[in-house]
């Protein structure tokens, strides 16, 4: 069964720190991989995309990476900032053009 | 350039009662989407077009109707309201339905639907 599967499903953390969110996937066959945020009242927004021969793609302080072989992605935050608190959402596409939602890590940045 | 545009934000109806949800985009997308999303659970597809007079099924049709009569709207209908319909629903766009790299899914801002 394709299935998207996010841990921390919750995390807290201090202002300046770093994080780390993962994903796991079972998706086959795999045609691409994307980490939305969603802030709190607003639709999801891209953040990144990575296909089968990308390891690691960046967009500011927000660097995911991905193991095509394990099947397991991970988006890392460097130096949190208040305005990173929301969820993030991890959404794989197979290849016949059916995408799978993870049900997303909600992270809050304290000060 | 207003992107996806939802209204209205929030709605409380009865049980029964009747309603639609406006979508539109200013984007020249052919694919729109209705999704809905619960807590605890991903966001599921409930309808889709792929362009002016053409819509199909998602995963969670039940209870909803669509209907596609110009590239830039995309309206959801409620025909008789339950509880089990309280969700925050979102509607998507994109140039293609393929979601490929090259194609991005932009979302509309949500309407929060409360059923009694």
């Known amino acids: 069964k394709n299935q998207v599967e996010q841990s921390p499903q919750s995390l807290i953390i201090l202002e300046g720190k770093n994080c780390t969110l993962q994903?796991?996937?079972?998706?086959?066959?795999?045609?691409?991989l994307r980490w939305y945020k969603q802030d709190t009242g607003r639709g999801p927004v891209s953040l990144t995309i990575m296909t089968f021969s990308e390891n690691t793609k960046s967009n500011g302080r927000y660097t995911a990476t991905l193991d095509a072989d394990t099947k397991q992605s991970s988006l890392h935050i460097t130096a949190s900032q208040l305005s990173d608190s929301a969820s993030y959402i991890c959404?794989?596409?197979?290849?016949?053009?059916?995408?799978?939602f993870g049900t997303g890590t909600s992270l809050t940045v304290i000060p | 350039n207003a992107g996806v545009t939802q209204t209205p934000k929030f709605q409380v109806l009865k049980t029964g009662q009747s309603m639609t949800l406006q979508c539109a985009q200013d984007m020249n997308h052919e694919y729109m989407s209705w999704y809905r999303q619960d807590p605890g659970m991903g966001l599921r597809l409930i309808h889709y077009?792929?362009?002016?007079?053409?819509?199909d099924q998602g995963e969670v049709p039940n209870g909803y109707n669509v209907s596609r009569s110009t590239t830039e709207d995309f309206p959801l209908r409620l025909l008789s309201a339950a509880p089990s319909q309280t969700s925050v629903y979102f509607c998507?766009?994109?140039?293609?339905?393929?979601?490929?790299?090259?194609?991005?899914?932009?979302f509309g801002p949500g309407t929060r639907l409360t059923v009694l």
């Open positions: 998507a766009s994109s140039s293609t339905k393929y979601l490929a790299v090259y194609n991005e899914q932009f």
């Open positions: 959404v794989v596409t197979s290849t016949g053009n059916q995408f799978y």
């Open positions: 077009s792929v362009g002016a007079g053409i819509t």
């Open positions: 994903c796991n996937y079972t998706v086959s066959p795999f045609s691409n």
